[in-house]
């Protein structure tokens, strides 16, 4: 099944189910200041609040649009009111569009629904690159220096959060939630196997052993 990922800032969203429409699931996360915090897949589209509590929502705009995980996210801003001020400024902040609240799941469904194969549905084709390892997300392939890695659709998927949040220990509870496998939940003690298989393939092709085990916390991908 495709997926689009709906990126919303408002504490409601925490509680928004997701969708299933055809051949693609619509997957609700919270966004806050400290940006995206599980594996983001297909197309994104983001409804960021006015007035965030970390920060204005016009600079978690422009936050969006310089991560490359983002960079081509749809993004709508939800205005207080209908001033034509704030929508002038919404847009030139890099905002696609604009809306007055409150965020409803319905509305945003439909305003997702909206885009068709517009922006939305643009899916990056630029490999993400961290040091010599480099994955390719149309092509489900990662490879270091080059040579491929064999990997599991898991261990794929782990290695390219791992990457995206290089240098930040992970617990495993973060890890699960990243990987949007809370449902239905499954054993902490499974990523153990997961980064276990993906520290064997990454062996194989050289890479030595980039992820540290963090005693009591979690793992860190090392970028250096």
Same mark, same amino acid.
């Given at each position: 099944?495709?997926?689009?990922?709906?990126?919303?800032?408002?504490?409601?969203?925490?509680?928004?189910?997701?969708?299933?429409?055809?051949?693609?699931?619509? *997957?609700?996360?919270?966004?806050?200041?400290?940006?995206?915090?599980?594996?983001?897949?297909?197309? +994104?589209?983001?409804?960021?609040?006015?007035?965030?509590?970390?920060?204005?929502?016009?600079?978690?705009?422009?936050?969006?649009?310089?991560?490359?995980?983002?960079?081509?996210?749809?993004?709508?801003? *939800?205005?207080?009111?209908?001033?034509?001020?704030?929508?002038?400024?919404?847009?030139?902040?890099?905002?696609?569009?604009?809306?007055?609240?409150?965020?409803?799941?319905?509305?945003?469904?439909?305003?997702?629904?909206?885009?068709?194969?517009?922006?939305?549905?643009? +899916?990056?084709?630029?490999?993400?690159?961290?040091?010599?390892? #480099?994955?390719?997300?149309?092509?489900?392939?990662?490879?270091?220096?080059?040579?491929?890695?064999?990997?599991?659709?898991? #261990?794929?998927?782990?290695?390219?959060?791992?990457? #995206?949040?290089?240098?930040?220990?992970?617990?495993?509870?973060?890890?699960?939630?990243?990987?949007?496998?809370?449902?239905?939940?499954?054993?902490?003690?499974?990523?153990?196997?997961?980064?276990?298989?993906?520290?064997?393939?990454?062996?194989? *092709?050289?890479?030595?052993?980039?992820?540290?085990?963090?005693?009591?916390?979690?793992?860190?991908?090392?970028?250096?």
């Amino acid at each position: 099944m495709n997926v689009t990922t709906i990126l919303i800032t408002s504490q409601d969203a925490s509680d928004f189910a997701d969708f299933d429409h055809g051949a693609t699931r619509f *997957v609700f996360d919270r966004l806050t200041g400290a940006g995206p915090q599980r594996l983001l897949e297909g197309p +994104v589209c983001a409804f960021i609040d006015w007035v965030m509590d970390e920060m204005s929502g016009l600079e978690m705009c422009r936050r969006l649009r310089a991560d490359p995980r983002t960079a081509e996210a749809h993004i709508t801003i *939800v205005l207080e009111t209908c001033d034509a001020e704030d929508k002038r400024r919404s847009l030139a902040a890099g905002a696609d569009d604009y809306m007055v609240g409150p965020v409803e799941r319905t509305n945003v469904l439909d305003r997702v629904l909206a885009l068709g194969t517009g922006r939305a549905a643009t +899916v990056s084709t630029k490999p993400f690159r961290l040091g010599d390892l #480099e994955i390719d997300l149309p092509a489900l392939q990662a490879r270091w220096q080059d040579r491929a890695i064999a990997l599991r659709p898991n #261990e794929f998927r782990l290695l390219r959060f791992f990457a #995206e949040n290089a240098d930040r220990v992970l617990s495993r509870t973060e890890l699960i939630d990243g990987l949007g496998k809370q449902d239905p939940p499954i054993d902490e003690r499974t990523v153990d196997v997961w980064v276990g298989r993906l520290r064997r393939a990454l062996r194989e *092709v050289g890479a030595g052993d980039p992820i540290r085990t963090v005693r009591s916390l979690g793992y860190v991908y090392d970028s250096h």
